[in-house]
């Protein structure tokens, strides 16, 4: 049987597929069934910066005097803080406890703030890696590319301070130089990078003319795009790249290993397809590798990407001229 263990941020894991951030990874059951279908490790769902701000704001209001507090605000603050993050390290502590497989805590974070200090205590509640969900909006007229970029190295280098175990960063795609921001990003001693993220983005309902939630679970978007930056960036990063957005099925998987991918995570299709799509995937994987005589990971990984295909301008082509021309064609 072919052996389907692989290295991601240095940590063995016993499959490539990774349940990524989301709802189903903050309960341990969920959780426990994905490790008995092969998930490689598994990413918690996130505590959210602004989960803090709110309990911050949500404690002030409830002492009636805010405006009177003087010095308490300072302990309330800190109080706040504490039980934002008491619930996630307690989820981390049980995590840890109740499961074999890496576990990955996860922190969504938009700003240089006070919440760096607490990735220390995810360290110490015994999370294998960390994973930062780091972006903001590029929405701010006043704001160079310069400066929005500068903002990610100063978080790393804040976080790293703080921490030992692996740091991996869930990154977009909002960079005028992607291919020299991952890079960069990638020799800041970050062990990982996660492409893409995908973002909850606003609709409108025509109807009630009001602003509206675009819809959450979107299964296979995002695929080519994460299945391209891998095999551009493959060889080219100081770290692990893990692959992550549309990834549906077990052939997806094979090809995101085959563009270099270190990992792959999964979300949308443990929502759609059920938790036992993890086994599916592994399944295929397995049964692809079988086929194609390959007993490990390391014999294909990356034998597709960028440097390694004798046409590597078509992971360039953005285009769809052959369509557009053939369209002509037709109307003649
Ligand atoms: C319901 C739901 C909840 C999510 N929660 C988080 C989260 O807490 N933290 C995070 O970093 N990403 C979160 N994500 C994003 C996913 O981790 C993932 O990056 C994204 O869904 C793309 O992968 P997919 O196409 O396999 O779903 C969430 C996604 C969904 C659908």
Redesign the pocket.
């Known amino acids: 049987m072919p052996n389907t263990n692989c290295t991601y941020l240095g940590l063995t894991l016993q499959s490539p597929v990774i349940a990524?951030?989301?709802?189903l990874t903050n309960s341990i059951d969920k959780m426990k069934k994905m490790e008995e279908y092969g998930v490689g490790a598994v990413?918690l769902?996130?505590v959210?910066e602004e989960q803090i701000s709110q309990a911050v704001m949500q404690s002030i209001e409830d002492t009636h005097f805010a405006g009177a507090l003087g010095d308490a605000f300072d302990y309330i603050k800190s109080y706040s803080e504490m039980d934002a993050y008491g619930q996630y390290t307690h989820l981390v502590r049980n995590a840890k406890k109740e499961l074999s497989v890496p576990v990955i805590a996860?922190i969504?974070c938009f700003s240089d703030g006070d919440w760096i200090s607490y990735a220390k205590q995810i360290q110490d509640a015994g999370a294998d890696a960390l994973?930062l969900?780091l972006f903001f909006l590029p929405s701010d007229y006043t704001q160079s590319g310069t400066a929005n970029e500068d903002m990610y190295f100063k978080i790393i280098e804040h976080v790293k301070a703080n921490i030992s175990i692996p740091l991996a960063i869930?990154t977009s795609y909002y960079f005028s130089g992607l291919a020299k921001m991952l890079q960069s990003l990638s020799y800041t001693g970050i062990k990982g990078l996660?492409l893409f993220?995908?973002f909850s983005a606003p609709d409108i309902n025509i109807e009630k003319m009001q602003l509206s939630e675009a819809p959450?679970?979107?299964?296979g978007?995002?695929?080519y795009n994460s299945l391209r930056w891998i095999s551009i960036m493959s060889n080219h990063v100081n770290c692990s790249l893990c692959a992550?957005?549309?990834?549906a099925s077990g052939e997806d998987v094979v090809k995101q290993l085959l563009a270099g991918a270190d990992a792959i995570?999964?979300?949308?299709?443990l929502?759609n397809q059920g938790l036992d799509c993890i086994r599916t995937m592994n399944d295929i994987l397995r049964q692809w590798m079988t086929k194609h005589n390959f007993t490990t990971i390391d014999e294909f990984k990356g034998k597709m990407n960028f440097d390694n295909i004798s046409n590597p301008n078509d992971y360039l082509r953005i285009q769809f001229m052959k369509h557009f021309a053939g369209i002509e064609e037709n109307k003649r």
Do not use: L, M
């Open positions: 990524g951030s989301c709802g990413v769902k996130s959210f996860s969504n994973e969900n869930k996660v993220n995908r959450v679970f979107t299964e978007e995002g695929f992550s957005s549309g990834v995570q999964v979300v949308t299709s929502y």
